[in-house]
């Protein structure tokens, strides 16, 4: 079950609402039941309200995951279509399968779907295990021409870009070694996470652009030059179209 760690007040519309947090973060995808009891206004005199019926809600999952299976040479990614750029490799990620890319050719191509085009919140998270940042090698990328969001080493910083809203930066993972990166929009902010912890953000707002363009994992896109190419290996690869919660991101970053 889930614990209520904290809980805050906030103004939506006109209504109050409370914000809870809960530990340990709720499993992607897994459907939850929440009961409130015994409710009372603050002022002294109040009435107790009345219990109300138990709510259920299922914790946000993502769009895509990719997860590559040793057993099977294509992998899975939910049931969406793709395709292969040169030959990525399979290898041993930190708890499953992993892709090697070479640097030069090799990357994940996602057909376009109404939803890998998220227009008021995201996160993109995925483990990688980088052997080279020279050039502006790419985790992510929806837009050939950089006019939707990338997440990738640009200008040796560590790049969160959404077209026509803003970007965040921080300093590039260490080489050889597997980290759990995360970027988030929540309508208000920007924030990139490494390893479970924020390493960068700013405040940002307004709807994400949308396009008709395929989702490449590990490159810019088909025609992109070797310097845009991830060199290194990737492990569950995810999108969502909603903002996850800083407790979502720590949990996601324990392999």
């Not at 006109?14 to 530990?23: E, M, P, R």
């Not at 057909?111 to 052997?131: F, G």
């Amino acid at each position: 079950g889930l614990t209520v760690s904290s809980a805050k007040v906030s103004a939506d519309a006109g209504s109050n609402c409370v914000d809870l947090a809960v530990q340990p973060a709720p499993v992607s995808g897994k459907t939850y039941s929440m009961a409130v009891n015994g409710i009372r206004d603050v002022s002294p005199r109040s009435n107790k309200l009345e219990t109300g019926k138990a709510l259920t809600f299922t914790a946000a999952a993502p769009v895509f995951a990719l997860i590559p299976d040793l057993e099977n040479t294509r992998g899975k990614v939910d049931d969406l279509a793709l395709r292969t750029l040169g030959q990525p490799a399979l290898t041993k990620g930190p708890a499953a399968g992993a892709l090697t890319f070479n640097g030069r050719e090799d990357g994940i191509v996602l057909n376009n779907r109404p939803e890998l085009n998220p227009t008021d919140a995201m996160t993109l998270s995925a483990w990688i295990r980088p052997t080279s940042w020279d050039g502006n090698k790419r985790i992510m990328q929806k837009g050939r021409e950089d006019n939707q969001f990338r997440l990738t080493a640009s200008e040796g910083k560590f790049l969160f870009e959404l077209s026509g809203v803003g970007s965040v930066e921080c300093p590039l993972p260490a080489l050889n070694t597997w980290h759990h990166v995360a970027a988030v929009y929540d309508g208000a902010s920007m924030r990139l996470y490494l390893n479970g912890k924020l390493a960068g953000r700013t405040e940002a707002s307004g709807k994400m652009v949308t396009s008709e363009d395929p989702l490449y994992i590990g490159t810019k896109n088909a025609r992109a030059t070797s310097r845009d190419y991830f060199a290194g290996d990737m492990f569950d690869v995810r999108l969502y179209d909603a903002a996850l919660l800083p407790e979502h991101i720590t949990a996601m970053a324990r392999p």
